[in-house]
């Protein structure tokens, strides 16, 4: 379990700083695989199709001002995916895009797919070139947070006095589970067809994803709820068994509870203020993560992790390519920048720049200003573009105070 290391000297930065870059090395403690703290970091950037090169574009911008702010370098490397890729080099990540990215400190990737490549064979699909990646360098844990910001509260389906406060990590675990196992198919048994599939998880995919959700939650509120169906299934008994063993052994100080999954989803609808990181296998995880991220209400402002064993981790938004919106500087850029502000946090070990990213992210909203998507009838704000957005993020990046010093 890594913590931030408090020992250093802490003072505030407002200028810049030259550092010679230190190479890309990640950590191989359990739990989240950060690189250490340092003064250069290389990312590389996958603007991919639709409106990710406009979002990338005001990312970017964020990033400088930020790295100006804080006297820290961060060099941003672009590489192609989806169909932007499949236009350049007839492959949906080609290998020259996978090495780059295993060669980073962190990836940071907009969205990808559109109207163009639909008809394409499945190799040929910008989908395809997702899936490679997070074969590729082994992406099995998901962070999907659902935080409601009180500026949006309106923009929920859900009661303002239910959602107000809400911020939940969903941690889920991304290649295994039922989606994966094996036997699976399709069989004709005794005249009629079959079907089935194989919930399985090993303890060692269990404990891996356990380390994560312990990390990510002692660097959160310190409560981690483990969903699972263990009163039916002994899949869940066994990951019910593997949690409490790595938590109560690893993460001494967490508060962990379990809840069946039928009550999970009840309870994220009736008290979502109840939870503060959740962990779940595959299929329970893509479902309550799906219902969390609801919680909030737009797309548009809704990051993601998916994070591996070894190496660099995939920050993006969870929205898609939004072709019916792409060129027309309509995006919300926020998602990408709150995904940047993940990156931060959880890869590149820069918690206080990550919440000083979050909290100009939450003053743009406080001054008024809204992109088409969060923008609600009657509100009195003003509705802006996807670069005038990014500007006003990377304007208050350099002029809010900071509530956290930041470390040296
Ligand atoms: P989508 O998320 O792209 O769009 C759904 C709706 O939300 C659209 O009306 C869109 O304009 C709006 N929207 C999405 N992001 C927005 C943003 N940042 N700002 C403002 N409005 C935004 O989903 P879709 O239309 O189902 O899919 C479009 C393409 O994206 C498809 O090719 C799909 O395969 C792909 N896709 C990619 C990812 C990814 O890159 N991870 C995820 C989902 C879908």
């Given at each position: 379990m890594k913590f931030l290391p408090i020992s250093l000297v802490s003072l505030l930065v407002t200028g810049c700083s030259a550092f010679a870059p230190t190479p890309s090395f990640h950590s191989t403690q359990p739990g989240l695989n950060a690189v250490p703290r340092k003064d250069s970091y290389?990312?590389?950037?996958?603007p991919g199709d639709g409106i990710g090169p406009e979002i990338t574009e005001a990312t970017k911008k964020v990033i400088s001002s930020l790295c100006k702010r804080c006297g820290f370098e961060i060099n941003m490397n672009?590489?192609?995916?989806?169909?932007?890729?499949?236009?350049?080099?007839?492959?949906?990540?080609?290998?020259?895009?996978?090495?780059?990215?295993?060669?980073?400190?962190?990836?940071?990737?907009?969205?990808?797919?559109?109207?163009?490549?639909?008809?394409?064979?499945?190799?040929?699909?910008?989908?395809?070139?997702?899936?490679?990646?997070?074969?590729?360098?082994?992406?099995?844990?998901?962070?999907?947070?659902?935080?409601?910001?009180?500026q949006l509260i309106d923009a929920s389906t859900l009661k303002r006095e239910v959602v107000e406060g809400v911020d939940v990590m969903v941690v889920r675990e991304l290649t295994g589970d039922v989606y994966f196992g094996t036997p699976k198919g399709i069989d004709v048994v005794d005249g009629q067809r079959v079907g089935y599939n194989n919930m399985i998880y090993s303890e060692s995919e269990i404990e891996r994803i356990a380390r994560v959700a312990g990390d990510v939650a002692s660097k959160r509120g310190g409560q981690l709820?483990?969903?699972?169906?263990?009163?039916?299934?002994?899949?869940?008994?066994?990951?019910?068994?593997?949690?409490?063993?790595?938590?109560?052994?690893?993460f001494p100080d967490i508060e962990l509870s379990h809840m069946y999954v039928d009550n999970a989803a009840m309870q994220l609808i009736r008290y979502p203020k109840q939870f503060d990181t959740i962990v779940c296998g595959n299929i329970f995880g893509d479902i309550l993560s799906d219902e969390a991220s609801m919680l909030v209400g737009s797309l548009g402002m809704l990051p993601s992790a998916s994070i591996g064993e070894s190496g660099p981790g995939v920050f993006e938004p969870c929205h898609g390519s939004a072709p019916?919106?792409?060129?027309?500087?309509?995006?919300?850029?926020?998602?990408?920048?709150?995904?940047?502000?993940?990156?931060?946090?959880?890869?590149?070990?820069?918690?206080?720049?990550?919440?000083?990213?979050?909290?100009?992210?939450?003053?743009?909203?406080?001054?008024?200003?809204?992109?088409?998507?969060?923008?609600?009838?009657?509100?009195n704000c003003e509705l802006v573009?996807?670069?005038?957005?990014?500007?006003?993020?990377?304007?208050?990046?350099?002029?809010?105070?900071?509530?956290t010093p930041i470390e040296v």
């Open positions: 290389d990312i590389t950037l996958l672009e590489a192609l995916i989806g169909g932007a890729a499949i236009d350049e080099k007839n492959d949906p990540f080609p290998d020259d895009s996978l090495e780059q990215c295993l060669n980073s400190d962190s990836v940071l990737l907009a969205c990808i797919g559109g109207y163009k490549w639909d008809k394409n064979p499945r190799e040929l699909r910008p989908e395809t070139g997702l899936l490679k990646m997070r074969k590729e360098m082994g992406l099995f844990a998901n962070l999907r947070p659902a935080k409601v910001l009180p709820c483990s969903v699972d169906k263990a009163n039916v299934l002994d899949v869940s008994q066994l990951w019910r068994d593997v949690v409490t063993d790595i938590t109560t052994k690893e019916d919106i792409a060129g027309e500087n309509k995006a919300n850029p926020l998602a990408m920048i709150l995904s940047a502000a993940m990156m931060l946090r959880y890869d590149l070990e820069r918690p206080t720049e990550a919440q000083l990213l979050e909290d100009a992210v939450e003053a743009a909203l406080d001054k008024g200003l809204r992109t088409a998507d969060i923008k609600i009838d009657g509100d573009g996807c670069v005038e957005m990014g500007e006003a993020v990377a304007d208050l990046v350099t002029s809010l105070d900071l509530k």
